[in-house]
């Protein structure tokens, strides 16, 4: 209870309670302060509540749904498969009703307050936190600021009625008959993908000339190969201009070079992107932290603003909007606080993207190796020869490794295929630990598994493969 409007004092005030801010206030209860953490939404963030986790198990739930109905490639006949999509979306609630929930059993086991509502600051060293209820004032010592984004909205395709973001695309009542995807992002095509399994006909339409422009093309290509072969349209170099909806569809208009196409489905899905969550009541500004044009707020290598005891984390600051590299800032911030020499180093940030078949990168592309003056040495395997993919009947994708010819040293990976988002980590972890090729090449690889693919690329840039042939 408060007295008055006295100043509760607590060492660590955190703001958001995703993916970075709960793992900032579970690491700093862990190193001996008093952390209070606030989330005006849920325990989890977007990432479980309504993006990474729920997106994940429906797109798992198509898969299942594509197995059962292809079972006759294995010799396995079944009879005809049904969706009952009121019972995927309960077993998605199911899913992240569990993970939320050990996420609020972690914070209370680590003795860390938390406080539905929202925060407002009130100078550099006291904010509000106010719901419906009550509104204390807190005293902080150290603030980690950690408020996320949200989807972009354009002023052509506001969401509501038949136009949804992300966020709409997974609690959608029905399978739709008909979607069409604004942006071929990882989002995008995740979501698009998931629902065509379903049965939905779905139509992209992408700006660039790819989907998928973060990644290789070598694999966005394979991914866009599989899409139309499940009757997707993927529309590349359009622009999106206008979209009208009925009760019962909406319309997208757009150009392709000069020339105007319409395109009529049951829902508009819109995935352009994020924006940072550091505008509203918060008062970033009343208290002088420094953000950028694009609403980023500028941190040095601890995650310390310009006022050396506030931080700030994830999808507010520089970088991919990636819950795992909150998780990261979210520890150096924590640990930074407590005094610890702990900073920021994004020498390799993985990439997922959960396509069919997945996709996952870390480290350098092989141009950017090139830009940055490396000898550059390219080994390249592909799964169709592999065993366990065969086996599987996954056989489209390859590992592509890019190292530095005269020291053999990896400088990036990158992986198009069946389960890419787990075999990544090796990768990741050999460019952290200034791994060689042949440092992967003589790493004993169980058999028969997919991850003997990555033994494979390494044995092919080093010029003596034994499961293909090089003159």
């Known amino acids: 209870m408060v007295v008055g409007d006295a100043s509760l004092d607590i060492d660590t005030l955190v703001i958001g309670a995703g993916p970075g801010g709960y793992v900032a206030a579970i690491r700093a209860a862990q190193l001996g302060q008093n952390v209070l953490v606030v989330d005006k939404e849920h325990v989890g963030g977007v990432c479980l509540n309504v993006g990474c986790i729920p997106s994940k198990a429906l797109i798992s739930a198509a898969h299942q749904y594509e197995s059962v109905s292809h079972a006759s490639a294995f010799g396995i006949e079944v009879g005809e498969a049904k969706v009952d999509f009121s019972k995927v979306q309960e077993f998605k609630n199911g899913i992240v009703k569990k993970l939320t929930g050990g996420v609020a059993s972690l914070l209370k086991a680590n003795k860390v307050q938390y406080f539905h509502g929202e925060v407002m600051f009130i100078n ?81 339409i992408e700006g660039s000339d790819s989907i998928l422009p973060g990644f290789d093309k070598d694999m966005s290509s394979i ?96 970088g991919p909007a990636l819950a795992h590299k909150a998780m990261y800032e979210g520890r150096v911030a924590a640990e930074a606080i407590a005094g610890h020499p702990s900073v920021i180093d994004y020498k390799c940030v993985p990439a997922v993207c959960f396509s069919d078949p997945e996709c996952a990168s870390v480290g350098l592309s092989e141009k950017e190796a090139k830009d940055k003056g490396h000898n550059v040495k390219v080994g390249k395997f592909p799964f169709a020869i592999n065993g366990r993919a065969m086996s599987l009947n996954a056989n489209e994708g390859f590992v592509k490794l890019v190292a530095d010819a005269d020291s053999g040293l990896v400088l990036g990976a990158h992986i198009v295929g069946l389960e890419a988002s787990n075999m990544i980590a090796e990768l990741a972890l050999a460019i952290e630990m200034g791994a060689t090729l042949e440092d992967i090449a003589l790493t004993i690889h169980a058999h028969p598994t997919l991850g003997e693919i990555v033994l494979d690329a390494a044995e092919v840039a080093l010029g003596h493969p034994i499961h293909t042939f090089i003159k």
């Open 223 to 318: 991914v866009a190969k599989k899409l139309k072969s499940k009757n997707v349209d993927i529309v590349t170099g359009a622009q999106a201009k206008s979209a009208e909806q009925t009760d019962k569809d909406v319309t997208v208009t757009y150009t392709v070079g000069d020339k105007e196409e319409k395109v009529t489905a049951d829902y508009l899905l819109v995935t352009v992107g994020r924006r940072p969550n550091t505008d509203g009541e918060l008062g970033l500004d009343l208290i002088g932290i420094k953000t950028t044009d694009r609403g980023l707020v500028e941190v040095d290598q601890q995650c310390r603003t310009n006022i050396p005891h506030i931080y700030a984390i994830g999808d507010i600051i520089a």
């Open 124 to 204: 550099e060293n006291e904010a509000r936190v106010f719901n419906d209820q009550e509104a204390p004032r807190y005293r902080f010592k150290n603030c980690i600021i950690a408020t996320g984004s949200r989807p972009i909205e354009l002023k052509a395709f506001p969401y509501g009625g038949r136009i949804v973001s992300s966020t709409g695309a997974l609690s959608l009542p029905e399978i739709p008959k008909s979607l069409v995807v604004i942006g071929g992002g990882y989002i995008g095509i995740e979501l698009g993908q998931m629902y065509s399994k379903f049965g939905t006909k779905v139509t992209v």
